[in-house]
């Protein structure tokens, strides 16, 4: 029996994107779509996972409609007996590519919104995508599949959260996640112009929470608050190599999205290994498994089975190490260096101008 036993598995089939948002999770050098795995490589994954006990599985990318066989790979996920959720923009899917994906399955879509108004939607998109996204919410609400609205919201967004709930409301998804951008990948440069102040933090707890209370039993409510500004790190994908994998476009195997920006990891491929060996022996998924590499103060906290020392990639990329305390932790050696961006963002009352996007070509339903 497996120590940890896989839960779910992320699948990031593309990097590929229409999008250009200015917080996009994708790492700074995205792999081509010369280096994607093949259909037949992706099914062999789902049916590793689904013999291994997994249940849920994530398709998302880049934007996964970008390839022209994610009908088959959702009836793939089906047949290895996988809950199957599509995270999407939207772009590329039209009513009967998604009955097509329903058809073969599809148990759960997340659509993403940029904000609750057109202009500003596209704006953080980089594209217009916002009328697409809306005429999509109808469709998808019309039929039988679960649906959750994404809301991604930021410093230049956040007043605007009232109209973001409000449009939630109209589009009747099941679920809102109202997440605040978690500063990895393109996010990490344009910081200082997401990082919402503390007033606007405060505020937004209270209209989710107002929320919550006037929505129970019509719509579930899930917040995710900025790191930054919590106590206490957050227990980064449920602990590191404990219940989920992600595999990359190209099939490399990681225990998070933004394992890749830890300099001397190196992780092993779904072409060269099985699933199996790359969950319970892989030297990337033992790394930071369990409590051996922790430092103090992680060592001896009562916490350290709760956060297991927080996000590694976090740790690298605000302490310059991946085997250190997350810095977002009070108790932290490197918290001071959150209390400095923290005091920056609070003191500049105009909202910097975030000028750094991802830069991707995209193709709608792509040749094999």
């Not at 992706?42 to 997994?54: D, R, T």
């Not at 260096?337 to 991802?358: G, K």
Request: with cysteine; net charge negative; aromatic share 6%.
């Amino acid at each position: 029996m497996m120590t940890y036993p896989l839960l779910a598995v992320i699948a990031e089939v593309t990097h590929r994107c229409p999008l250009h948002c200015v917080y996009c999770s994708n790492p700074l050098e995205m792999k081509s779509r010369q280096e994607e795995l093949s259909t037949g490589d992706w099914l062999s994954v789902f049916e590793q996972a689904g013999k291994m006990g997994a249940l849920q599985l994530d398709i998302t990318g880049g934007e996964p409609l970008a390839r022209a066989d994610l009908t088959d790979l959702v009836a793939g996920a089906r047949k290895a007996k996988l809950y199957v959720n599509l995270i999407t923009s939207g772009v590329g899917l039209n009513e009967a590519r998604l009955d097509a994906l329903l058809e073969a399955g599809l148990d759960h879509i997340q659509l993403s919104f940029q904000d609750a108004l057109e202009a500003p939607a596209n704006e953080f998109a980089g594209t217009r995508a916002h009328a697409v996204k809306l005429a999509l919410a109808a469709q998808i609400s019309s039929r039988r599949v679960a649906f959750t609205m994404n809301a991604v919201v930021h410093r230049a967004n956040l007043d605007r959260l009232d109209e973001i709930i409000a449009l939630a409301e109209e589009l009747a998804p099941h679920r809102l996640e109202v997440a605040h951008v978690q500063y990895y990948g393109w996010a990490v440069p344009n910081r200082e112009a997401l990082l919402p102040t503390r007033e606007q933090l405060d505020r937004s707890v209270e209209i989710v929470e107002t929320a919550r209370r006037r929505l129970k039993g019509k719509m579930r409510i899930e917040f995710v608050t900025p790191d930054y500004y919590g106590k206490f790190p957050k227990a980064c994908m449920g602990g590191w190599g404990r219940k989920l994998m992600l595999v990359t476009p190209a099939g490399e195997a990681m225990p998070c999205h933004a394992a890749g920006v830890i300099p001397e990891m190196h992780f092993d491929s779904v072409i060269q290994h099985p699933l199996l060996w790359l969950w319970e022996e892989s030297p990337a998924f033992q790394k930071f498994r369990g409590e051996h590499w922790m430092p103090e103060p992680c060592r001896g906290c009562d916490r350290r089975t709760l956060d297991f020392g927080g996000c590694r990639c976090q740790a690298l990329l605000l302490a310059g190490d991946a085997a250190a305390t997350d810095p977002t932790c009070s108790l932290a050696p490197a918290r001071p260096v959150v209390d400095a961006i923290l005091a920056r963002v609070n003191s500049v009352p105009e909202i910097p101008a975030a000028t750094t996007r991802p830069d991707w070509v995209y193709r709608v339903n792509p040749a094999n």
